[in-house]
């Protein structure tokens, strides 16, 4: 059993983190990236099979992810850094 002592503090200090998540992400997770992973994928299932049952629930998915990876998350992010920075 650990006690309080015992313990790691693995909290991070956000105050330190920089404003943007972007700067932390390697080059394959960065936004250019994104769009253009989320802009073949289609691309190609329509040119490959043609076929719309296939390629619009790609879409869909791929427009879900853009919307959590491109918009949701870095505001979270930004949000809590900048509630960090201005304690």
């Not at 920089?18 to 253009?36: A, G, H, N, R, T």
């Not at 490959?48 to 879409?59: E, K, S």
């Amino acid at each position: 059993m650990t006690t309080n002592s015992d313990s790691v503090n693995n909290e991070l200090d956000l105050a330190a983190m920089p404003d943007s998540m972007w700067e932390m992400k390697p080059w394959w997770c960065q936004p250019w990236s994104i769009v253009l992973t989320g802009i073949t994928i289609p691309v190609g299932s329509w040119l490959l099979l043609r076929q719309w049952l296939v390629t619009l629930p790609a879409v869909a998915v791929i427009a879900g992810w853009w919307a959590l990876f491109l918009w949701q998350v870095p505001a979270q992010y930004a949000a809590a850094v900048s509630a960090a920075k201005a304690k």
